[in-house]
């Protein structure tokens, strides 16, 4: 489904942009914001021409070099070396739906008229956005604090006809690819090449995708959890939203809620049980997740500020030329520490679930083998799992605690936020890893069980599951049924 949606300076919410790219819409410009920019731009240029004085990044040289005065005639060469000069970047090229985040999240920022860009160039983004433009930027190089760039350079050289752009699956030369889609590089003016690259949305479009996945993640391990709790014949009465009411945390009572959701037709509450009390894996669920919930609401709050902001230097507001810091990307690179930590606590408590469930405890066989001994069943399985939630404890180290200095100390203090961004979507796909697991574990459990009567929503999953993959009940290979059972876990609706 294709739409044209007009961009105007309003604000966005996280549901705004996730609809945006999830229904591949097209950008128009609407009649204010245009007007927004031309009179910014005019600005500028009035200030240009009544102004000798050196202004930082117009007609001055770049970081430590600041105090370098630029003549007239070479401002338009100080903004094309400053791409090219920047364009550094280093490993894997990202995500193509990271760089078109990326390209909507600038057009965003440049619309609102601060950084004082042409209307043209606001314009050649918006057609490289509308085009499905892929310029070639990799995942490192950027320390999150003069703004992210390196990789910003990379999508900045594709203006200029310079670089690398996807063809379909192929990086070739951007004018040849730009030439297919019917766009014309354009030069760059005065402040312009320092408005591309001074900026967060590199971390941000990361940030942004990364906590989306994790919202995800975090219905799936409630989901998930609730099929082995099923299996590990639990007591419910852990999840009374009298205890939670106590507690007074708000992700705390939602994930309580939204557990004990996946009971209603449940025959649990009635089976007989062997124990007064769960393990914590089981029994404080909504405590963790609940908490992970928590941080995942304060990283989506500090994403929506961000998107809605200017972070490049400097900014023209009112008649002013004003320099500041608002490219320093320390906000992102704790959120995305913080992110990391929870979403690897929503692994870590997986992990001790799948180990419950193959250590030979509440009538189930040792490692759920069909004849323990002679088979090793799941045993190997929990080592996996261990395997990677012991990973994301290193992962988790915290990126924004770092700094080195860069630029002769001018940029003595940076958030190396882009490295925090990509440290959490790797956990995010351990986690997605972990949960893989603990379904396949909690689904051969539920086979030893009896009389078991599930809620209906629980039950029709397990069941598509069972077509898809059949119980096997010798010895096998479980790898095998890692990329299939993942996949079939993202096509799951949670209803929250």
């Known amino acids: 489904m294709n739409s044209v949606k007009k961009l105007s300076s309003k604000d966005w919410t996280l549901q705004n942009i996730n609809d945006f790219l999830n229904t591949n819409s097209k950008i128009v410009l609407d009649k204010s914001t245009e007007s927004i920019v031309k009179k910014q731009r005019e600005k500028l240029e009035k200030l240009l021409k009544n102004k000798s004085a050196p202004i930082y990044g117009i007609n001055t040289g770049f970081g430590s070099l600041c105090n370098t005065f630029i003549e007239e005639k070479d401002l338009e060469k100080l903004q094309e070396n400053l791409i090219k000069s920047h364009a550094c970047g280093i490993g894997n090229p990202i995500e193509d739906k990271i760089v078109r985040t990326l390209i909507l999240l600038k057009v965003l920022s440049l619309s609102k008229g601060n950084s004082a860009i042409r209307i043209e160039l606001l314009q050649f ?4 956005f509308n085009k499905n433009g892929v310029p ?11 703004g992210d760039l390196a990789p910003l350079s990379h999508l900045s050289l594709c203006i200029l006809g310079e670089g690398k752009m996807k063809d379909g699956e192929k990086w070739i030369q951007t004018k040849a690819v ?3 889609k019917k766009i014309t590089p354009i030069s760059l003016k005065a402040k312009e090449g320092l408005a591309l690259i001074n900026g967060t949305q590199f971390s941000l479009a990361m940030l942004y ?3 989306n996945k994790a919202r995800k993640l975090y219905h799936l391990s409630n989901f998930v959890s609730a099929l082995s709790f099923e299996a590990f014949n639990g007591r419910l009465e852990a999840f009374d939203s009298s205890i939670h009411v106590l507690r007074n945390q708000v992700g705390q009572k939602l994930c309580a809620e939204e557990f004990l959701s996946y009971f209603k037709g449940s025959n649990i509450q009635t089976r007989k049980k062997q124990a007064v009390q769960d393990p914590y894996s089981f029994r404080c669920i909504p405590q963790v997740h609940g908490a992970s919930l928590d941080v995942i609401h304060y990283v989506e709050s500090i994403v929506e500020r961000e998107i809605n902001s200017v972070t490049d230097n400097p900014l023209l507001v009112d008649d002013l030329i004003i320099s500041g810091g608002n490219f320093h990307a320390q906000p ?7 992110l990391s930590i929870a979403v690897s606590e929503l692994g870590s408590i997986s992990e001790r679930r799948t180990y419950q469930l193959v250590s030979g405890s509440r009538d189930l066989p040792d490692f759920l083998a069909n004849n323990p001994g002679l088979e090793s069943g799941y045993m190997i399985v929990q080592y996996a799992a261990a395997s990677i ?3 994301n404890k290193s992962l988790c180290s915290p990126s924004s605690v770092d700094s080195i200095i860069s630029s002769k100390a001018q940029e003595d203090h940076v958030s190396m936020a882009p ?10 796909d351990n986690v997605e890893q972990l949960l893989t697991l603990e379904w396949i574990v909690a689904s051969r459990a539920i086979h030893f069980r009896n009389n078991i009567i599930f809620d209906k929503h629980l039950q029709n999953t397990l069941s598509k599951y069972r077509k898809k993959l059949p119980i096997i009940l010798e010895d096998h290979i479980p790898q095998e049924l890692y990329a299939d059972t993942t996949e079939f876990l993202n096509g799951v609706k949670c209803p929250f």
């Open 178 to 180: 730009l030439k297919k």
């Open 332 to 338: 992102l690179a704790l959120a995305g520490d913080f």
């Open 125 to 128: 983004l918006i057609d490289l």
């Open 209 to 211: 995708t990364a906590v």
């Open 419 to 428: 490295n925090a961004m990509w440290k959490c979507i790797k956990v995010l």
């Open 136 to 146: 070639y930027i990799t995942e490192f190089g950027s320390l999150g604090a003069s």
């Open 389 to 391: 939630a012991s990973l």
